[in-house]
């Protein structure tokens, strides 16, 4: 049995005109709705559905992402299930497929799907991936490889997986290390073996509630300084810094996050270039800087939110990042 949970997102979006593929509504359709859609499912896999949410993914919080872990992590203890399908907005899909990367327990496939056109629209794309994904979802070689995105017939894995493009269909990539491999119709064709499974697994059994982890971007004439002061000020624990080039943050700016790391801010530095490592120099190091190594800010910013739960320790955290 496969398990399909709704969280909303242009998959189950509606707008007024066949040919509308802005200011639509996203997450108005249910889940239901949309595996009714795709009876050739039948022949394939048995397939169950559960409405997590319903809202579009720019508005995806640590409530909804606790409720859908807690959800996963029980139906992936249940014998019957052979893997799960998750429906989601793309603008944060990637976002969300990180963290179940990193929360749950299991070998079992768990993968992503969504669309880059409304439901209503001309050449929507979203039952076609939502049948991908349950192709992938039901394969053999599909274990072991943790979260997955798939996505315009590319299976991507949730680790190196981010939105590339606004409109297009082809929308995701992997930057710094390509695709797992693709689904073409009812077969799932993998080209590369497992990447390296996260070594860092969170347990959130008994978490109720996330540290806030906040993201500022680095650029000329750099005015970020006030904002990294009034987040710490509002109970912001870390800031990831999507840094110039290799990481690097404007001076004042930088001047701000150092005074703040002496009361207890953590500061990762990332990049805003989207594809490359950031490695922090010795002297940053010392002052308590974390580099992101090739997660993006946004990706950073999921593994400090975790990372935090269990240390403010800078050097603990530098070593999460490390091994991720
Ligand atoms: N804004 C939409 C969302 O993320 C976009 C999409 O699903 O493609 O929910």
Redesign the pocket.
């Known amino acids: 049995m496969i398990a399909i949970l709704g969280m ?4 189950a ?1 509606v707008a007024h005109a066949k040919i509308q593929t802005t200011g639509y509504k ?2 108005v359709l249910s889940v239901q709705t949309l595996l009714e859609a795709l009876p050739e499912i039948n022949s394939i896999a048995d397939c169950m559905c559960e409405q997590i949410a319903n809202v ?3 508005d995806m919080n640590d409530t909804l992402w606790l409720r859908l872990a807690h959800r996963v992590n029980t139906l992936l203890a249940q014998e019957d299930i052979e893997g799960i399908v998750i429906t989601h ?4 899909m990637e976002e969300s497929a990180f963290f179940l990367h990193l929360v749950t327990r299991s070998d079992k496939p768990i993968v992503f799907t ?3 056109r409304p439901n209503t629209a001309l050449s929507a794309d979203g039952i076609k991936n939502l049948y991908g994904a349950i192709v992938v979802a039901k394969d053999i070689n599909a274990k072991h490889r943790g979260v997955m995105v798939v996505m315009n017939e590319r299976i991507q894995s949730a680790r190196y997986v981010s939105k590339t493009h606004t409109h297009n269909l082809d929308a995701f990539s992997c930057p710094n290390t390509g695709d797992l491999g693709y689904v073409i119709d009812d077969r799932a064709y993998f080209y590369n073996p497992p990447f390296a499974m996260h070594k860092a697994q969170f347990c959130l059994d008994t978490i109720t509630q996330l540290p806030k982890v906040d993201i500022l971007y680095s650029y000329t004439n750099d005015g970020s300084a006030v904002a990294a002061k009034a987040l710490y000020e509002h109970g912001t624990q870390g800031i990831v810094v999507a840094g110039s080039g290799a990481g690097n943050i404007h001076h004042s700016h930088k001047a701000m996050l150092q005074t703040l790391m002496q009361q207890g801010l953590v500061v990762v530095q990332s990049t805003r270039v989207g594809a490359g490592i950031v490695r922090v120099s010795e002297q940053d190091s010392m002052l308590g800087f974390i580099g992101a190594c090739d997660l993006n800010p946004q990706k950073a910013r999921v593994l400090l939110a975790l990372a935090l739960i269990h240390t403010q320790n800078p050097t603990e955290i530098r070593q999460i990042f490390e091994h991720i």
């Open positions: 909303g997102g242009t998959i979006g996203a997450g579009d993914s720019a907005g793309s603008d944060t969504g669309a880059m």
